[in-house]
């Protein structure tokens, strides 16, 4: 069973830092692009952030909102998906999902960890 | 960036009738090298998830009632409920994943009438 799960998310205060972590099973994580993307408490959906298979060159390409803060890695070895956030503000607040595309079945998600930034 | 420009904002439809809900792209999202539009469709309630219901613009993920269906090609596209139950009361989301910024539609808010 295809499995992304999410963690890492909770309270943190303005500038604050937080890393969180994308746990993947049932595929072939080492072949999957991978993408972040953000809700805001009653807003749409916002992609955040995509990174490339170590193959492709495991290059990350962030939005303008976060570029320069937050910084997306990856380990192969355990399948895991990282958003490293620095310099956090109030409007980072958000149900923070990673996601990625199968050729198959097309888009898939995880069912998000929450992120607060307040003083 | 793609802009998706998701129509309209919100509707009321009775049960039983039809919703149709349209998705227009900035730019297409359909890949000419394998003729398939990257262009996804997904239903959202209070707290949780997107849930995934139309991929590829017109495939419907397993078990997804067939009374959801995906149409449209290139920079056009619909969702359409065609008889509307008490549980497709959500928010509807459209998202174009064929090119960095993933982009999303702005919602369709659906309620019961």
């Known amino acids: 069973e295809v499995q992304l799960v999410e963690s890492g998310g909770g309270l943190v205060k303005p500038g604050g830092s937080l890393r969180l972590s994308c746990a993947a099973s049932g595929f072939s994580f080492s072949d999957a692009w991978m993408n972040w993307v953000r809700q805001a408490p009653g807003k749409g959906l916002e992609w955040v952030g995509r990174i490339k298979t170590i193959t492709d060159g495991g290059t990350a390409d962030s939005a303008a909102p976060v570029k320069g803060r937050f910084t997306l890695s990856r380990d192969d070895s355990k399948n895991m998906l990282y958003l490293q956030m620095s310099s956090l503000k109030t409007e980072d607040t958000a149900v923070y999902y990673c996601?990625?595309?199968?050729?198959?079945?097309?888009?898939?998600w995880g069912r998000g960890t929450t992120v607060t930034v307040s003083s | 960036d793609t802009v998706m420009t998701q129509s309209p904002g919100s509707l009321a439809v009775s049960l039983g009738e039809r919703a149709t809900i349209n998705c227009e792209s900035s730019q297409t999202v359909l890949y000419s090298s394998n003729n398939r539009n990257y262009l996804a469709w997904y239903q959202q309630k209070p707290g949780q998830p997107p849930k995934l219901l139309i991929s590829?613009?017109?495939t419907r993920e397993s078990g997804v009632p067939d009374r959801f269906s995906g149409s449209g090609s290139g920079t056009d596209f619909t969702l359409t409920i065609s008889s509307l139950q008490a549980d497709d009361a959500a928010v509807y989301y459209c998202h174009q994943y064929y090119s960095i910024p993933f982009t999303f539609g702005g919602g369709t808010k659906v309620e019961i009438k």
């Open positions: 996601l990625t595309v199968f050729e198959t079945t097309g888009p898939f």
């Open positions: 590829w613009a017109s």
